[in-house]
């Protein structure tokens, strides 16, 4: 079975432009979560979703949004980009909103 | 209070020795205590999880121990290989009906000496 997916893989932005980043959860997970992992730290927990409901936000500023599809895949956006918004940016997926959490490969974001 | 500390910060172990890595919490709500190993450029993969109903579990190489009245958990790593080296994180969670969301600890990169 596949695993979660993610893309794109690599991004590089300028400051002040805006970002979508895309997530595809295992087959039957009705759970995406986000998180952003600067170099060198843990995982920050950006957003829960859970069957097209936001059911968890991190201390993330609004500049970072995200939402649900019925397919269950999920976006992430984020608008008004900073040079501290480089990273990885991760998407786990589990079956319910309170469940083991199967992570992605991560899309590397680096704004310039 | 919704911190994890993890340490150490790194750890060289020689084949065939056991890697320990131990992680705090602060936040009785923790309810579930998952270990991820994560090698570069990939995403973090589940290693083995506990809940605090339990003080030991084991899968394979790897043990997880939990010490509920001291907020501490251990990872161990026996009969440690040159495959194993690898960056990995502690994590807790809260126990609500709504939803889930991880802190995770800061890692700790291992280094397995052939």
């Known amino acids: 079975d596949a695993g979660v997916t993610q893309s794109p893989t690599h991004l590089i932005k300028t400051r002040g432009q805006q970002v979508t980043l895309r997530c595809s959860p295992i087959?039957?997970?009705?759970?995406v979560s986000w998180y952003q992992q600067v170099l060198g730290q843990g995982p920050q927990f950006i957003f829960q979703y859970y069957e097209k409901e936001e059911r968890g936000r991190g201390n993330f500023p609004d500049r970072f949004s995200a939402r649900q599809f019925p397919n269950y895949s999920s976006e992430l956006n984020v608008n008004a980009l900073l040079l501290g918004d480089s990273a990885l940016y991760l998407c786990?997926?589990?079956?319910?909103?309170?469940?083991?959490?199967?992570f992605g490969p991560g899309t590397r974001l680096t704004v310039l | 209070q919704q911190q994890v500390k993890q340490s150490p910060q790194s750890l060289i172990v020689q084949k065939g020795g056991i890697s320990i890595i131990n992680c705090a919490y602060e936040?009785?709500?923790?309810?579930?205590f998952p270990w991820y190993q994560q090698f570069p450029g990939k995403g973090p993969a589940l290693l083995i999880a506990i809940r605090p109903d339990v003080s030991e579990k084991k899968e394979g190489r790897f043990t997880i121990s939990f010490n509920k009245s001291a907020k501490q958990f251990s990872l161990h790593i026996m009969d440690s290989q040159p495959g194993d080296s690898a960056t990995y994180f502690c994590a807790a969670s809260p126990h609500h009906n709504y939803g889930q969301n991880f802190v995770f600890g800061p890692g700790t990169r291992l280094s397995v000496l052939p």
């Open positions: 936040n009785t709500a923790f309810d579930y």
């Open positions: 087959s039957g997970h009705k759970s």
């Open positions: 786990a997926s589990s079956l319910g909103s309170y469940n083991e959490q199967f």
